[in-house]
């Protein structure tokens, strides 16, 4: 069975504090993951994929297969960062996205 | 472009009624998704289709759901008799190619309260 699993439903750090945001996922075989982010009053957009590793606004995630995890750091949040963000991942030759329940991140002052 | 458009973005209907939602994707986007969100719950897959076919219904209930997207026009779901256990956000998202099925833009989304 596919499934994300997103253990931290609320998550608030202060402005220039590291931030780890956990996922972790079921499946047998090699998907793809990613983070989708949604900003207050804005559409659900992609945020980065683990294929491209990349480092977009200043956060990263790193795959790894051994934990099954795909958590999404940042070493110095922002207040704009605060949003909800989604773990996801699509199995091998799938075209459908399977989601964690979404993390709330809160950046505080 | 204007993006992924759906409408209404709210929706109330009393048990018994039919509900439908509509999506537009983005120009030149001939790939559709469905993902419904129940509260306090991710975004859950129910159905893919391409123009005038379906390709994946496997997140779909078995019985009062029903999506189209007809050569013409935007993309439909269709809920039958609503019962309250169907009210939840439903987002629909649209891609351009079939080999690249995580570029998924979304819409903001259509809220049905089931009264």
């Known amino acids: 069975a596919q499934r994300v699993t997103q253990p931290e439903k609320l998550l608030s750090v202060f402005k220039g504090a590291p931030v780890e945001l956990k996922c972790n996922y079921s499946?047998?075989?090699?998907?793809?993951l990613f983070w989708y982010v949604q900003y207050s009053r804005q559409r659900l957009q992609l945020l980065l994929r683990?294929?491209s590793r990349e480092s977009i606004k200043g956060f990263t995630a790193d795959l790894n297969k051994g934990e099954t995890s795909f958590h999404l750091k940042k070493p110095f949040a922002q207040e704009e960062d605060s949003a909800m963000y989604y773990c996801?991942?699509?199995?091998?030759?799938?075209?459908?996205?399977?989601f964690g329940q979404g993390t709330r991140l809160t950046i505080n002052p | 472009n204007a993006g992924v458009m759906q409408n209404p973005r709210h929706l109330v209907r009393r048990r018994g009624q039919e509900a439908r939602l509509r999506c537009s994707p983005m120009?030149?986007?001939?790939?559709v998704y469905w993902y419904r969100q129940l509260p306090e719950e991710g975004l859950k897959f129910m159905v893919y289709?391409?123009?005038?076919?379906?390709?994946?219904e496997s997140g779909m209930p078995k019985e009062r759901f029903s999506a189209e997207f007809p050569k013409e026009g935007p993309s439909i779901l269709r809920i039958q008799q609503v019962v309250r256990g169907d009210s939840a956000a439903y987002f629909c998202?649209?891609?351009?190619?079939?080999?690249?099925?995580?570029?998924?833009?979304f819409g903001p989304g259509t809220r049905l309260t089931v009264t």
């Open positions: 998202a649209s891609s351009p190619r079939r080999e690249l099925p995580y570029e998924q833009y």
């Open positions: 499946y047998s075989g090699s998907p793809e």
């Open positions: 683990h294929i």
């Open positions: 996801a991942l699509m199995g091998q030759g799938a075209q459908k996205l399977v």
């Open positions: 120009k030149g986007h001939s790939h």
């Open positions: 289709l391409q123009k005038e076919n379906i390709i994946d």
